[in-house]
């Protein structure tokens, strides 16, 4: 996929990710190892970011599974279309048709339901696509047992179909905002990277990047402002998704400066809990 460290630092550039050494190359040697990438950091730092910069470098799907608590098997690997099975059950009863060629239909290919994990299992592109599994913190304990038959030899046994392996296996990319601790099972399936906030410098270029028309100076001020927002006591300190929101606001609102009456009104922009709100409030007082 890439030849260098520098090819993926410079083809995320290209798709206005703004990675650091660090993170091409736990992506540069993901591709050569066939191994999954645990990405780890507060939320909206741009873990998912990679993953879409990712699939649209190499031109290929991008395939997500937003985890939540309760999800299981059927929901992210396959399950069967019961309502069309019945349907083609009924017909075959008022055709009299033989129960034993029925059965062989209806657990066929056609009455499958792919979820994310066996379409990118069973993905036949030209090129593998990239399977994002989205904030694997929130998933119960048991659907981390779950993945790590499916990361480590990427196949999976369909009792009815027998087993589907990938041809060729995805890049695939796992995100955690560390609501919890992932066993540490999963985590020796992949190359780990904690992706912090980044510096000064990289979030200037990033919100430049990402909101143009917002002007230079009014950019810098924008990041300054969070990087000191991110040292202060909040629950929830605002990441670069909420820079790159607050840049698009201030344009929107065609502001020239950052003053006590602008941050005020917009603070809902940068904060999403009342007490954080009313924090950063009283210091602007």
């Not at 699939?55 to 690997?77: K, M, P, V």
């Not at 017909?91 to 060629?101: D, K, T, V, W, Y």
């Not at 065609?254 to 922009?269: I, P, S």
Request: with cysteine.
């Amino acid at each position: 996929m890439f030849d260098s460290i520098d090819d993926v630092l410079a083809a995320l550039q290209g798709r206005d990710y703004f990675a650091d050494r660090t993170i091409a190359t736990t992506i540069f040697l993901a591709a050569k190892l066939g191994k999954p990438v645990f990405l780890e950091g507060e939320a909206g730092v741009g873990k998912t970011e990679i993953a879409k910069a990712l699939a649209a470098i190499l031109g290929t799907r991008l395939i997500r599974l937003q985890c939540y608590e309760g999800l299981d098997a059927s929901h992210a690997l396959y399950e069967w279309n019961y309502a069309k099975q019945l349907l083609r059950i009924k017909l075959a009863e008022a055709g009299h048709e033989g129960s034993a060629a029925v059965e062989r239909e209806i657990f066929s290919e056609e009455y499958l339901i792919r979820r994310p994990l066996l379409e990118a299992l069973s993905s036949d592109g030209e090129h593998p696509p990239v399977l994002l599994i989205d904030e694997v913190d929130r998933a119960d304990e048991e659907f981390e047992a779950f993945l790590l038959e499916i990361l480590s030899d990427f196949q999976v046994t369909i009792p009815e179909l027998g087993t589907i392996k990938a041809e060729r296996p995805p890049l695939v990319i796992l995100t955690s905002n560390r609501t919890r601790e992932i066993h540490d099972a999963l985590k020796r399936r992949c190359l780990y990277l904690w992706v912090g906030y980044p510096t000064f410098e990289r979030e200037l270029e990033i919100v430049r990047a990402k909101v143009p028309s917002l002007d230079a100076e009014l950019a810098a001020q924008v990041c300054r402002f969070m990087e000191g927002a991110r040292t202060g006591d909040y629950y929830k300190r605002p990441g670069v998704a909420e820079a790159i929101d607050w840049g698009m606001a201030l344009v929107a609102l065609h502001a020239d400066k950052l003053d006590k009456d602008t941050v005020e009104a917009t603070l809902g922009v940068i904060f999403k809990h009342a007490d954080d709100v009313e924090a950063a409030r009283a210091k602007l007082q």
